[in-house]
């Protein structure tokens, strides 16, 4: 099995928002990534948890899921659903926690592996592990915003889109765009009155087109999450043969 880092867009994308005003002579309360990144970062660790939904596209597959997050300042544990979809079709269980990732297998490979979940050690480096990081990662592995505040030279382009309605929540929407010269990045950002994040759309462009795009919903910020490891005796190591 191959897991593939997918960063992507959903076929069947929720409802849009109805944007409220939007006048381009509006400005925002943030002109930089690193405002908007600290302030976005410091609503959800001050939350220290939510529930959210993620579905992702690039060349290396399609995901979708549901999952759970603790936050904190140490990082990120999750614990999520995952349906991959191409290249091959699978439903995967996703546990994060401070020491070790754990995966559960489908079937067929949790007969192979005599386990039914996993566990990669936070410190492994090997390809698969690799592999697993970058789903991890795509299902929301950082606080939101946390790739803002990689923009320490303010090479971003902030834009303020307005104030919207969301879920029926009041929010503002920002959109972020960054280009390296090779991959053109933009994201937007939905906000409530406490700066949490509802929703975060990205994409990923180069050359040739659309790399990857995805979307991430975020919910319950601030109700009890509780990130657990599975029992001992459903977990296994992953093999070294494993792939």
């Known amino acids: 099995m191959t897991l593939g880092g ?4 959903p076929d069947a994308a929720p409802a849009e928002s109805a944007a409220q005003t939007s006048p381009e002579s509006v400005q925002g309360r943030f002109s930089t990534a690193q405002q908007l990144g600290e302030a976005v970062g410091a609503a959800a660790l001050d939350a220290g948890s939510a529930r959210g939904t993620v579905e992702a596209r690039s060349a290396d597959g399609v995901i979708s899921g549901v999952v759970e997050y603790e936050l904190s300042a140490d990082g990120v544990l999750l614990a999520g659903e995952v349906t991959v979809s191409e290249p091959v079709s699978a439903d995967l269980g996703v546990v994060r926690t401070a020491d070790a990732t754990y995966l ?3 079937p067929l ?5 005599g386990s039914e979940w996993v566990r990669v050690p936070a410190d492994d480096d090997s390809d ?7 789903l ?18 303010g090479r971003a382009t902030v834009s303020y889109l307005g104030d919207e309605r969301l879920d029926g929540a009041d929010v503002e929407r920002y959109q972020v765009e960054w280009d390296d010269g090779t991959v053109t990045t933009t994201e937007e950002y939905w906000l409530d009155a406490d700066d949490l994040v509802l929703r975060v759309d990205s994409a990923q462009q180069g050359p040739a087109g659309v790399i990857a ?11 009890q999450v509780v990130v657990q ?15």
Not at 213 to 223: F, I
């Open 104 to 106: 559960r297998l489908p």
């Open 128 to 134: 698969v592990a690799v592999q697993i990081a970058a």
């Open 229 to 243: 490891a599975p029992p001992a005796e459903a977990v296994g190591e992953l093999p070294d043969s494993f792939s």
């Open 6 to 9: 997918c960063s992507a867009a």
């Open 213 to 223: 795009e995805s979307r991430r919903t975020y919910t319950d910020w601030g109700e």
């Open 136 to 153: 991890t990662s795509e299902l929301g592995g950082d606080v939101p915003g946390a790739s803002l505040l990689l923009d320490d030279r």
């Open 109 to 113: 490979a949790a007969v192979v592996t």
